[in-house]
């Protein structure tokens, strides 16, 4: 049985491997980070939304993430070109909807934001996964996802902290007494963190999965070449052979 550090060592066996899990780290912190369902006065405060309308509201996002896995991510991963182009798109994605909800309005929110939301989060989690599968050797593949599940449960400790240092800086001085009543940080001053937050993810994934497609890239025109050289080369071999 292999321990946690050899484990780990098979996340960075190759630099293609070793940018696809940072991104899985990078997507799994942002998310929770910027996350605003735990915020009591957020969609009060935003959209003039009652407390016992958000029950609603959730059934009504689990029903779009429902419907978006079954039928929408499949074709849209195919006409994106691939999982690495689909998750950076699907990050830049994610920026520009947070900072869409400054429209403060429930309509669009409820008819745009919302779907659009799901499509993003779906795309990204299924491009990510199925990088991880695609790269990772076949022989080290267990050792990888067991240190990427570690390695996620250990970036998702140090949310809390950082979420607590964030709370305490938006909501110092902030205009929304409400909000700071109840320990929240202004709104406004949230969706604008966050899509700050998601611009520096989109920029640093799409470094690492673009960069790490162009040298995928590379060596598969490597091997491609060597299989040709190869091929020629027993080609000939054979037309001696026969000619002897």
Request: hydrophobic fraction near 45%; include cysteine; charge should be neutral.
């Amino acid at each position: 049985k292999k321990s946690f550090i050899e484990n780990l060592k098979s996340c960075f066996t190759s630099k293609s491997l070793g940018s696809v899990i940072s991104s899985v780290l990078i997507f799994t912190w942002f998310t929770r980070a910027t996350s605003y369902t735990s915020m009591a006065s957020y969609y009060e405060e935003m959209y003039g939304m009652e407390p016992h309308h958000r029950g609603y509201l959730s059934s009504y996002q689990s029903i779009l993430s429902f419907f978006v896995q079954s039928i929408v991510v499949g074709p849209l991963l195919r006409r994106l070109g691939g999982e690495r182009r689909a998750a950076v798109v699907s990050a830049f994605l994610l920026a520009i909807l947070t900072l869409l909800e400054l429209q403060r309005s429930l309509t669009i929110f409820l008819i745009l934001i919302c779907p659009a939301l799901s499509v993003a989060l779906a795309l990204m989690g299924l491009s990510l996964r199925s990088l991880v599968t695609h790269v990772a050797p076949k022989e080290s593949l267990g050792s990888v996802l067991a240190a990427l599940d570690v390695l996620q449960n250990a970036t998702s400790v140090t949310v809390p902290f950082y979420r607590t240092m964030l709370f305490s800086l938006l909501t110092t001085g902030g205009e929304n007494e409400d909000a700071a009543m109840k320990g929240d940080p202004e709104p406004v001053a949230w969706i604008i963190s966050s899509f700050l937050h998601w611009m520096v993810g989109a920029i640093v994934m799409s470094y690492f999965l673009l960069s790490g497609s162009s040298s995928e890239e590379e060596l598969a025109s490597k091997q491609h070449q060597l299989s040709s050289k190869t091929s020629s080369i027993s080609a000939k071999q054979t037309e001696e052979r026969k000619e002897r």
